[in-house]
Nanobody
Framework: QVQLVESGGGLVQAGGSLRLSCSVS????????MAWFRQAPGKEREFVAV??????????NYADSVKGRFIISRDNAKNTVYLQMNSLKPEDTAVYYC???????????????WGKGTLVTVSS
């Protein structure tokens, strides 16, 4: 059974940085599309960042709201995906979820596996 476990969330001041990790077990996901989503209180879950698998060149894409501040990466040897978050803003406060799909689409509905999330709180 595939399990995704996020870690690295916490409380940080505006302008600070955090690095989230998503550890995957139960299957090698180097060919999968891996993505991060987030959900703020009272809002719908939204896309943050995606990274394609080895067979797709590891291409990346970001939501406009995080472009230039967040970096998604993956270590296939460790079966882990990361989200480096810099210049954090209070509006980045949310529960962050890691997800995986065989792709190529990466909408919320089309992700096949989800973690339980990790809370990121950015204080002003």
């Amino acid at each position: 059974q595939v399990q995704l476990v996020e870690s690295g969330g916490g409380l940080v001041q505006a302008g600070g940085s955090l690095r989230l990790s998503c550890s995957v077990s139960g299957r090698t996901l180097d060919s999968y599309v891996m993505a991060w989503f987030r959900q703020a209180p009272g809002k719908e879950r939204e896309f943050v960042a995606v990274i394609y698998g080895v067979w797709s060149g590891g291409n990346r894409n970001y939501a406009d709201s995080v472009k230039g501040r967040f970096i998604i990466s993956r270590d296939n040897a460790k079966n882990t995906v990361y989200l480096q978050m810099n210049s954090l803003k209070p509006e980045d406060t949310a529960v962050y979820y890691c997800a995986a799909t065989r792709g190529p689409r990466y909408t919320v509905a089309e992700m096949e596996y989800w973690g339980k999330g990790t809370l990121v709180t950015v204080s002003s």
